[in-house]
């Protein structure tokens, strides 16, 4: 910050950060379009068909053409609903997914909040996203929806469990909350980051911690409803679950929520286990450069595996076939609670007793 | 230093008139929804003292968890209402009296407080120092000083837990039940069976 006096008063404070939040959010939405964009262009390739290619080179401005469509559109609201709380729906979905990149760190010291929790507030802040999907199923005041909303209810609660043990390991390797000292500790190269134990000498752990990985990235999938578990809005028994009776901007603003928590997830995965900004490899000679290009540097890794695990994700949701419900609930509370329990307890003891403190 | 009383003004004004609505609203959905925006702010609150962990548990915890499974419980009611207001003039005095007292504590330990400093007898709460940071200086005491009251805690609700499960327990017999190894251990020997048939005879079972 500058050191004038102007940017120390809570006008200039208060400007600042405005201009912070700016700057996280709008190349966030512009790169939103083309992650969707990519999503239905990767489940197009992979049943050989060709995916959107009319708007603009290669379809690349199909997504601006959905928004123009999307927001030229009617409102409609059903008769019976709770019209407030039916409009605060989408917009509480919205705000929350936005909300979460608050804490992300986008490079060394590139980040809008450095909060000692911030571990935690995403945590905090990816379970308060159910409220979204149950007001907006609730006051459509209709049948589809409320069984929507309550599948996703149950669904995410369910999984935050398992999200919440897989972040302790994180935190016990770590020994730190704050994204930033997360990603800082895994420096160095691919061997230091913590889905391989965090260092050389933590290997014996990183089996451990290769498969919390796995059951993180399983379980951000069923957070952000996404197919394999996207029994909320499943077409063949829901209709389209809690998003039946919305149109127009407020079904936009469900689907961008949705699409931003789920590229949330994929820079939470990255941070927590894959070295967030950190190099694969520690280049010698990027110490060399000027702080500003060392940050676009770390930014441009930071990118390189958010796009990766978005590719992922959308692959999974090309070639997995949807969960029955009894099946998600058993594979949450019968598989993965266990699995995670046993492992936290697998890191604390490594912490403790292993050489590794 | 005046952001951080427009925030406290703002956030503890929500968390009043929130409350406020609990109890007022016509609509017991739209009473858990106040009472999720209290808990919110009242986590804004604790920020702003400084206790961030705490903020973040009561978030997780109770507008998390707690909250989504009242709001569960209220949505899937169908309750009169009408008939459950009937009974208010009746229960009225009997609740003023408890608010009444409640306020009445709250009044002298704030002026105990106010007068005294903090209660007498325990040494002041000591504000987080630079050195650690809220989660680290929490656990310091948790797991020292106060390991055995945490253990018991965890045991109380142990019992919960298990209480809760028994209760909703039950075994109904003649249900098929998906065994998903023993699905994933069939296999061409298992499942299926090779019969040679001589032409024109049938088999025969």
Same mark, same amino acid.
């Given at each position: 910050m500058a050191p004038t006096s102007f940017w120390a008063t809570p006008g200039g404070w208060t400007l600042i950060t405005v201009a912070q939040i700016m700057a996280v959010i709008l190349p966030l939405l512009v790169a939103l379009a083309f992650f969707m964009l990519a999503d239905r262009k990767i489940w197009a390739g992979v049943q050989m068909r060709k995916g959107p290619n009319v708007v603009g080179p290669f379809g690349l401005l199909q997504s601006f053409a959905d928004l123009m469509k999307f927001v030229l559109k009617e409102i409609v609201i059903p008769d019976g609903a709770d019209k407030f709380v039916f409009l605060l729906a989408p917009v509480l979905t919205f705000a929350l997914a936005l909300v979460g990149w608050a804490v992300i760190p986008f490079a060394p010291g590139w980040v809008v909040g450095n909060i000692n929790v911030g571990v935690l507030y995403l945590f905090a802040i990816s379970s308060l996203g159910v409220y979204g999907i149950i007001m907006g199923g609730w006051a459509s005041n209709s049948k589809y929806p409320f069984l929507g909303s309550l599948r996703s209810a149950a669904q995410m609660v369910s999984y935050e469990v398992s999200i919440g043990f897989v972040i302790i390991t994180v935190i016990l390797l770590s020994g730190s909350m704050n994204l930033q000292t997360i990603v800082e500790k895994q420096a160095g190269g691919f061997w230091n980051w913590n889905v391989l134990g965090g260092g050389l000498k933590n290997i014996f752990i990183?089996?451990?911690?290769?498969g919390m990985s796995v059951v993180f990235f399983i379980s951000a999938l069923a957070e952000t409803n996404r197919p394999p578990f996207d029994l909320p809005e499943a077409e063949s028994e829901l209709v389209a679950g809690y998003q039946v009776e919305y149109s127009s901007s407020p079904f936009l603003l469900f689907m961008i929520g949705e699409l931003v928590n789920i590229v949330l997830m994929c820079? *939470?995965?990255s941070?927590? #286990? #894959?070295?967030?900004? !950190?190099?694969?490899? +520690?280049f010698a000679f990027v110490h060399s450069w000027s702080p500003t290009a060392q940050s676009f540097y770390g930014l441009m890794w930071f990118s390189a595996k958010i796009c990766f695990f978005f590719f992922m994700i959308a692959m999974v949701k090309a070639i997995v076939p949807r969960y029955r419900y009894d099946q998600l609930m058993r594979l949450g509370w019968k598989v993965f609670l266990p699995t995670c329990g046993i492992a936290v307890v697998l890191v604390a003891a490594w912490r403790v007793f292993g050489g590794a403190a | 230093m005046a952001l951080q009383a427009i925030a406290f003004y703002? *956030?503890?004004?929500?968390t009043v008139v929130a409350g406020l609505c609990v109890v007022s609203a016509r609509n017991p959905v739209h009473s858990v929804l106040f009472l999720i925006l209290a808990f919110f702010s009242a986590a804004g609150l604790f920020v702003l003292l400084g206790a961030e962990f705490l903020a973040m548990l009561l978030v997780v915890v109770y507008v998390g968890a707690v909250a989504v499974l009242f709001l569960f419980v209220v949505m899937m009611l169908d309750v009169d209402f009408a008939a459950l207001r009937q009974g208010f003039a009746q229960y009225a005095p009997l609740g003023a009296l408890i608010g009444g007292f409640l306020a009445f504590e709250m009044i002298l330990v704030s002026t105990a407080v106010s007068t005294h400093g903090? @209660? @007498?007898?325990? +040494?002041?709460?000591? @504000? @987080?120092? !630079?050195?650690?940071?809220?989660?680290e200086s929490i656990g310091r005491v948790l797991y020292t000083d106060y390991i055995y009251f945490f253990q018991a805690a965890g045991l109380v609700l142990l019992v919960a837990m298990i209480g809760a499960i028994v209760l909703t327990l039950r075994h109904k017999p003649g249900v098929r039940r998906q065994v998903i190894a023993d699905q994933v251990a069939r296999g061409p020997k298992t499942g299926m069976r090779i019969v040679q048939i001589k032409p024109g005879e049938g088999i025969s079972e």
């Open positions: 990183a089996p451990v911690m290769f820079a *939470l995965i941070l927590l #286990f #894959f070295g967030g900004w !950190q190099a694969p490899i +520690d | 703002l *956030l503890s004004a929500v903090a @209660a @007498a007898g325990h +040494d002041t709460p000591q @504000a @987080a120092t !630079q050195g650690f940071s809220n989660v």
